[in-house]
């Protein structure tokens, strides 16, 4: 019955293909039901080349494996393969194919911080001690593969390899078969969709193998799981010791970025073969999309290794800080945004009129000549001593565009760079080969005060738009007789920066912007100025003319916020063995804070202004809070299930993420989708003037996890012109693993002039809900959005 239907199946597709010589062919995931594989076909690869060798017709032509780029079986079932359009929606409708999903692309969004999360003492912390340091643990980098000869990936001391594990440690170029060890005990690369859609790499620029020629997946991978290393620091800055979160868990790397990208079908293999190798957690310091989770290959890879019990924690992008940036905001993800810690390096710059701008930088070559002042040139600017454009294009110029520069003018001088366009790494080769002896990369207003330090190829540092401001303006105020001079004095590390933490500029904020019932990020951790492992083969700047070599590096970015989360899970994990994902992240988040080292409410680093729970979700992370949470807010993968009927996904969208048919009538009776039992609460509701008041209510189930009988009492820090009433206001434990129920009614004001809201603006009011027991604080940010109608 089933071949038949299949083969009718073929028969309709052939009767479609004709004149779609123009639809070019692109890259599909195919989703199927692996239960509904026809009894004629031995293996489903065989079923899954069959359906697209007939959906694609005679004219196909197929690389020598075949026309299959991946078939998946762990973390979801189905396979990748390169199709017209046409073809992909003939299969989409047919029998046993769940979902058919274009590929997408995505990029890369990069040691004190063991020691600012408090994870560095003598004995050893409890988290550490009773975790044994996470050694059973797996620990998945999805990244641009690893430099595995790095002392951070040293194997001394560890035990044998945990019995779990069933990965494979794959070979090639740069990468001999003896590289993993018991430290490093898996790796492989996943090629195959990008060079389906780009061509063949080029294997002078890139290997096929799982080396690390980026820097970024070594970086991350030793923020997760570095081993102790003494001393470490990059070209003489943040000297100390550098060790990952969770020093003794294994790593496991699977290289999925190149040269063009990381891409859908790669990343999905990547997470397929995680699965069934039997890691623990997921690392992905990777941008997200925002399409419906039934679209997003990496919400879909996600929820299948969430289903087998593995923590994902995913950046949330470095789209910020304007609102609606994050991405990766399933709920069964972890989205973890990026805070500065109390370690800053000052360059600031001196100009000859007496002023001095802030400034940072880990620069490490030669300095500039002491006591010295150098002139400044400007190419943004006609007036003023002198322009540096060496086409008289002065917007690239002023952005420091390669070839952009004249050398006769710039040379020996210090020049300024607006922040934009290249990368400010690559400004500052630009500047050093026209004959610049050193830079200011200068933010323009929409970057705001944001700062980063990079370890450029020549003496530099980089400025706020204020600063920024200053300088230009002095700039265009010099003349031939008198012009502008500055110097760059740098200062090195500085410990005990107040404030700290701040929530970095770039990171991306809320509200989620494909289901706002669900707050993301969900939390911060370090991500500014991180010092982490650095492959021998690549310049520090990251650029192929920088030819300085460094053990480590210091990158900034949600990429770097993200290992911090997956090596606490591992070590959380280590510590509660039955926890699931949910109650992993439910304790990251209900022990997170939102106060900064001078006691206050932290604040945004692109304004000086007090963050709020778009920006920062639950707050920073605080490891040794998370060991012992006192309650959880669990959620099993049905509940997931009855959230997506909630979004009113249809059941086929749901089966394309759950690989089950969903019936969604007891879900959708039982409430809405701010009723998924998560750590934080989050209303939205239309202002539309002429209510006056907008309530709803939300259902939440603690599990006590934090020993025996114990009483909790709500606290309630209600948002602005709302009142907020939790029922029962008490709860009364017996025994561990006890889950108790209640209910929060959240009754919110209209704004004041509702009315005169623009339309499409929105107010946010937040609040916190605190469950209290005499030893544990368990808080939940409480976040209600007012929406102006459209129109
Ligand atoms: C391959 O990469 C090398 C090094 O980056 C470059 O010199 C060469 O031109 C590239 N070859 C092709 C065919 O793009
Ligand atoms: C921090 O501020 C709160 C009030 O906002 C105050 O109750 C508390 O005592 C302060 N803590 C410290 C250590 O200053
Ligand atoms: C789903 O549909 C119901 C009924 O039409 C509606 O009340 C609810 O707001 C919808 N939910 C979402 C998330 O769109
Ligand atoms: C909150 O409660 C007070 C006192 O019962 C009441 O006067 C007020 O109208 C309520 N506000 C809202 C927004 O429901």
């Known amino acids: 019955m089933v071949v038949v239907r299949l083969l009718l199946l073929l028969a309709v597709v052939a009767g479609v293909r004709g004149g779609e ?12 039901d692996a239960d509904a594989k026809p009894s004629a076909f031995p293996t489903h690869a065989h079923w899954y080349e069959s359906a697209v060798l007939a959906a694609s017709g005679p004219g196909g032509e197929w690389p020598e494996g075949g026309p299959l780029i991946h078939t998946y079986s762990a973390a979801l079932h189905g396979f990748s393969a390169r199709m017209s359009p046409s073809a992909a929606a003939a299969l989409a409708g047919a029998p046993g194919v769940a979902a058919v999903v274009p590929e997408r692309v995505r990029h890369l969004a990069t040691t004190r911080s063991p020691g600012f999360l408090g994870l560095l003492s003598s004995p050893p912390s409890a988290i550490l001690a009773d975790s044994d340091f996470g050694s059973d643990l797996v620990i998945a980098i999805i990244d641009t593969g690893i430099s595995p000869a790095h002392r951070s990936f040293h194997d001394r001391g ?85 060790s990952g979160m969770a020093p003794k868990a294994r790593l496991a790397a699977y290289k999925v970025c190149w040269a063009g990208g990381c891409f859908d079908s790669d990343i999905l293999a990547a997470f397929d073969a995680a699965v069934a190798e039997g890691v623990d957690v997921v690392s992905l310091s990777v941008g997200g999309v925002v399409v419906p989770y039934y679209l ?49 390096f000052p360059a600031n710059v001196r100009l000859g009129n007496g002023q001095v701008l802030d400034g940072v930088s880990v620069y490490g070559g030669p300095v500039l000549q002491s006591g010295k002042m150098y002139e400044l040139v400007y190419a943004g600017t006609s007036s003023g001593a002198a322009s540096a454009s060496s086409s008289g294009d002065g917007y690239s110029a002023s952005m420091c565009l390669d070839g952009s520069l004249d050398p006769a003018a710039v040379r020996g001088k210090i020049v300024v760079c607006d922040r934009g366009v290249n990368s400010r790494a690559a ?7 026209a004959g610049g002896v050193g830079m200011v990369l200068a933010n323009g207003v929409f970057d705001g005060e ?38 760059i004095l740098f200062q090195g590390t500085h410990l005990g920066v107040h404030p700290a ?45 920088d030819g300085r070599r460094t053990e480590f590096n210091i990158l900034s970015g949600t990429s770097m916020a993200c290992p911090h989360i997956s090596g606490l899970a591992a070590l959380l994990k280590a510590a509660h063995p039955t926890w699931s994902p949910a109650a992993i992240k439910s304790a990251l988040m209900t022990t997170a804070y939102i106060k900064d080292n001078r006691n206050g409410t932290m604040v945004d680093e692109s304004t000086g202004k007090v963050a709020d729970v778009f920006d920062f979700g639950a707050g920073h992370v605080d490891p040794m809070l998370a060991m012992d949470p006192g309650l959880i807010y669990d959620i099993t993968p049905g509940d997931y299930v009855s959230f997506l009927c909630n979004l009113n996904y249809t059941g086929q ?48 189930t603690v599990t006590n996890v934090g020993g025996g009988r114990s009483v909790y009492h709500a606290t309630v820090r209600a948002p602005a012109g709302s009142n907020v009433t939790v029922q029962p206001k008490q709860l009364a434990f ?31 009011r937040s609040g916190t809900l605190t469950w209290r027991d005499g030893r544990h604080a368990v808080n939940s940010p409480i976040v209600v959005t007012l929406q102006a109608p459209v129109q």
Not at 326 to 342: E, F, K, L, Y
Not at 460 to 481: C, F, M, N, P
């Open 21 to 32: 010589d123009a639809d070019a062919s692109r890259t599909y995931i195919v989703r199927v």
């Open 158 to 242: 560890l035990g044998p390899v945990p019995p779990k594990w069933r990965g494979v440690c794959a070979s090639g170029p740069g990468f001999p078969p003896n590289s993993c060890n018991r430290k490093l005990v898996g790796a492989r690369f996943f090629s195959a969709g990008y060079e389906a859609t780009s061509g063949r790499m080029n294997e002078t620029a890139e290997v096929r193998s799982p080396l690390d020629n980026d820097g970024h997946g070594t970086h991350t991978a030793s923020i997760a799981a570095g081993r102790y290393v003494f001393p470490a620091s990059t070209l003489g800055y943040a000297r100390g010791v550098a």
């Open 296 to 344: 997003d290959a990496i919400a879909i890879g996600a929820f299948g290794a969430t289903e087998a019990g593995i923590v994902v924690s995913a950046s949330a992008g470095n789209g910020g800080p304007g609102g609606l940036t994050v991405t990766n905001v399933a709920p069964w993800m972890t989205t973890v945004g990026a805070g500065s810690m109390d370690r800053a």
């Open 427 to 433: 400004k500052g080769d630009v500047v050093h080969r």
């Open 450 to 487: 944001g700062l980063v330090a990079d370890c450029h190829v020549l003496p530099a540092s980089a400025v706020g738009a204020a600063s920024g401001e200053k300088l230009r303006k002095y700039i265009a105020s010099s003349t031939q007789q008198k012009p502008a001079t500055g110097t």
């Open 501 to 545: 933490p701040v929530v970095a500029a770039f990171s991306a904020r809320g509200p989620n912007p494909q289901s706002p019932e669900i707050l993301k990020p969900d939390l911060i951790a370090p991500g500014l100025n991180i010092l982490a492992a650095w492959p021998n083969g690549v310049g520090p700047a990251g650029i192929p003319s």
């Open 653 to 700: 969208n749901i089966r394309a993420i759950t690989r089950r048919p969903a019936d969604c009538r007891g879900a959708r009776r039982a409430g809405h989708a701010g009723n998924l039992n998560y750590p934080s609460l989050s209303a939205t509701f239309v202002a539309d003037g002429i209510k006056p008041t907008m309530k709803t209510h939300f259902i939440r």
């Open 734 to 764: 017996r025994r561990d693993g006890q889950k108790l129920s209640f209910t929060v009614h959240v009754e919110t004001a209209a704004p004041v002039r509702a009315k005169k809201m623009e339309p499409g603006s929105s107010e946010v």
